[in-house]
T-cell receptor, first 114, second 114 residues
Framework: DSGVTQTPKHLITATGQRVTLRCSPR?????VYWYQQSLDQGLQFLIQ???????AKGNILERFSAQQFPDLHSELNLSSLELGDSALYFC?????????????FGQGTRLTVV | AQKITQTQPGMFVQEKEAVTLDCTYD???????LFWYKQPSSGEMIFLIY??????QNATEGRYSLNFQKARKSANLVISASQLGDSAMYFC???????????FGTGTRLQVFP
């Protein structure tokens, strides 16, 4: 168990809908990262938050947004969903925002858009 | 731009034998970190081992060791005494300097047979 908790584990929704994925980092970790794993794009970095502030942004679509709350949990919001958004979404956490020697991943949320 | 290359889509190894999974990287940054993750069929990403660019010795964690050749920009993972439970996808990743964003390779699927 990595200590990073993601909910839900599975999500099936229709095109055009909006969903929220939740992540609780390991105790003491200030940094949260979101990644998307799809068959055609592989593992792609979406966005990073450090202690409530956005630190880095990757290839995140405008339909997607995220935030990190004062208790350090994070949510990834996906709206106007398309079939191509079907993927495994991972959250990872680390203590620092940079220079870390480890990054632990949650079990992922498997999103299926139908 | 930073890049990770894993040229072996699939590898087979017999139980109890050692296996090497290749990873080469490209970066102009003198400070970087290299990670290996295991992804079993259940989907979670399991952190295996880390190597920093300034580390003098190759990293080891139990049956996992990292053959770090800085001049050749390679960071191969060596798994000794393979077990059936080692069958999984293995990803090499590099940490970007100013954040802890990870850039992943395309992965190698390892299958261990009896």
């Amino acid at each position: 168990d990595s200590g990073v908790t993601q909910t839900p584990k599975h999500l099936i929704t229709a095109t055009g809908q909006r969903v929220t994925l939740r992540c609780s980092p390991r105790s003491g970790d200030l940094s949260v990262y979101w990644y998307q794993q799809s068959l055609d794009q592989g593992l792609q970095f979406l966005i990073q938050y450090y202690n409530g502030e956005e630190r880095a942004k990757g290839n995140i679509l405008e339909r997607f947004s995220a935030q990190q709350f004062p208790d350090l949990h994070s949510e990834l919001n996906l709206s106007s969903l398309e079939l191509g958004d079907s993927a495994l979404y991972f959250c990872a956490s680390s203590v620092r925002g940079q220079g870390g020697t480890e990054a632990f991943f949650g079990q992922g949320t498997r999103l299926t858009v139908v | 731009a930073q890049k990770i290359t894993q040229t072996q889509p699939g590898m087979f190894v017999q139980e109890k034998e050692a296996v090497t999974l290749d990873c080469t990287y490209d970066t102009s940054d003198p400070s970087y970190g290299l990670f290996w993750y295991k992804q079993p069929s259940s989907g979670e990403m399991i952190f295996l081992i880390y190597q920093g660019s300034y580390d003098q010795q190759n990293a080891t964690e139990g049956r996992y060791s990292l053959n770090f050749q800085k001049a050749r920009k390679s960071a191969n993972l060596v798994i000794s005494a393979s077990q059936l439970g080692d069958s999984a996808m293995y990803f090499c990743a590099m940490r970007e300097r100013n954040t802890d964003k990870l850039i992943f390779g395309t992965g190698t699927r390892l299958q261990v047979f009896p």
